[in-house]
């Protein structure tokens, strides 16, 4: 889990909009889903035990762990599940963080929230390791399926899109079977990140990477281009949600 910031950036206005204008975020989600009827099932995080490093004190979902939470398990067979563990980058199972996970009628929603477009990327220029052959041929085996070539860029500087949507992709084949759909929903904040310190009664701006719309779109439409997606699409495996940190307004 990241350091939240106080008053800004992405955790912070994720978690304020899940914790005190929840009605706001899921009237956002369902106005651009079309869809009122499903009710939201959030999923909830874990406590931090002692070897977590967790100023909040709670840990994020890791992983594929939700797959086992009580909200989803019951639609699963063991077979099933260990099959996907199987499949699946064991590595993942402890550097993949979730910022939020919902369960709308039968479909699994990923959440990824960002702030500022410098948000997008990854901040390193390889990663993986001894796992990264690994990871690629995941990554390529799953885009295939979009019909997108190898790319190197996968594991740089945009490596947690193309991962996120890898899973998406990677359950959706297992999970339609038994009826379930999984989607990743990207939340942008617009005017998310103004850092502020208040002196008395008046409050000071110290740090603004508040970005409009026009721009996350200008960095999204990179982030694609680099991946090797552009005018891929996407519909059935990513959603994408513009909503104003400062309003709740929903940007259309």
């Not at 899921?26 to 869809?35: G, N, V, W």
């Not at 963080?97 to 990923?110: M, Q, V, Y």
Request: neutral net charge; hydrophobic residues 35%; aromatic residues 12%.
């Amino acid at each position: 889990m990241a350091e939240i910031g106080y008053g800004y950036g992405s955790e912070w206005h994720l978690m304020r909009f899940m914790a005190r204008h929840r009605k706001c975020l899921e009237r956002a989600i369902c106005k651009k889903l079309d869809d009122e009827e499903s009710k939201f099932v959030w999923l909830d995080f874990d406590f931090a035990n002692k070897t977590d490093s967790s100023i909040t004190g709670d840990v994020e979902i890791k992983g594929l762990s939700f797959l086992q939470s009580d909200e989803i398990k019951n639609h699963l067979s063991n077979e099933l599940l260990d099959k996907i563990k199987k499949e699946y980058i064991i590595g993942w199972e402890n550097t993949q963080s979730w910022d939020a996970i919902f369960l709308k009628g039968n479909t699994i929603f990923l959440v990824e929230a960002k702030a500022h477009r410098d948000e997008l990327k990854s901040g390193n220029d390889i990663h993986g390791g001894k796992s990264h052959k690994e990871i690629k041929s995941f990554i390529g085996r799953q885009f295939s399926s979009l019909g997108i070539n190898e790319n190197d860029e996968w594991l740089k500087n945009y490596y947690q899109f193309a991962n996120r949507l890898a899973t998406t992709i990677f359950l959706k084949k297992h999970l339609n079977d038994i009826n379930l759909d999984v989607k990743l929903l990207y939340i942008y904040f617009v005017n998310g990140y103004l850092k502020k310190i208040k002196e008395g009664n008046v409050l000071y701006p110290t740090i603004i990477k508040n970005t409009n719309k026009t721009r996350f779109e200008q960095a999204i439409k990179k982030e694609k281009e680099i991946l090797g997606l552009k005018d891929v699409p996407l519909n059935d495996y990513l959603v994408e949600l513009f909503i104003d940190a400062e309003t709740g307004n929903i940007e259309l």
